[in-house]
């Protein structure tokens, strides 16, 4: 699928990022869990977070890759796991259109899945996550992201006049 479906960004700073990963850890402190399968790369870091917070400390992944940036491609497993997921929480940062959560739902179908956002096509794949985004929406993630000069506004507006 093409980079052109995303008409708005929302961008997630660390701060951010760690705030919503603990409100996300409230709801989930009174399971118990054996351990947690990351699905990497996006759900590692808050499966550390999260790891921190339960004081989890077996920890597994399911290595899979689905898009080059925007653009969504065929899903390359790399990785699984030998169980169905019984007593383990399942954790990515995001579900979008659910083909990723799809895929390793079926590999691990009793695992409890949770990612920190949603959007509306994969939400029903999940059991639980924090923040729900629109479809068109695309979330910058603070790991894609770095600290860059801004030129002020004035100067940004006077070069739209030259334009
Ligand atoms: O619901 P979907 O449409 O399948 O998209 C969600 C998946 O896409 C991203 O992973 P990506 O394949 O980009 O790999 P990464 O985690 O290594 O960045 C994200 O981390 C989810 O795993
Ligand atoms: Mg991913």
């Excluded at 009174?30 to 351990?35: A, L, M, T």
């Excluded at 790369?41 to 999260?50: D, M």
């Excluded at 790891?51 to 790399?78: F, P, W």
Aim: charged share 25%.
């Amino acid at each position: 699928m093409s980079a052109n479906r995303y008409q708005q960004h929302f961008t997630v700073s660390w701060d951010q990022l760690h705030r919503d990963v603990r409100a996300l850890c409230h709801q989930l402190v009174e399971r118990d869990f054996k351990g947690i399968v990351a699905i990497t790369r996006g759900g590692l870091i808050p499966a550390a977070l999260i790891a921190r917070e339960l004081n989890v400390r077996l920890i597994d992944t399911v290595c899979i890759k689905s898009y080059e940036h925007k653009e969504q491609g065929g899903l390359d497993v790399m990785k699984g796991v030998d169980h169905d997921g019984e007593g383990w929480l399942l954790v990515d940062d995001l579900v979008d259109t659910g083909k990723t959560a799809r895929k390793v739902r079926e590999m691990l179908p009793k695992a409890h899945f949770v990612t920190v956002y949603a959007k509306p096509e994969g939400r029903p794949l999940v059991d639980q996550c924090l923040t729900e985004v629109a479809q068109d929406c695309w979330i910058q993630f603070p790991w894609d992201m770095g600290i860059a000069y801004v030129q002020p506004l004035v100067e940004q507006v006077r070069k739209g006049d030259d334009a």
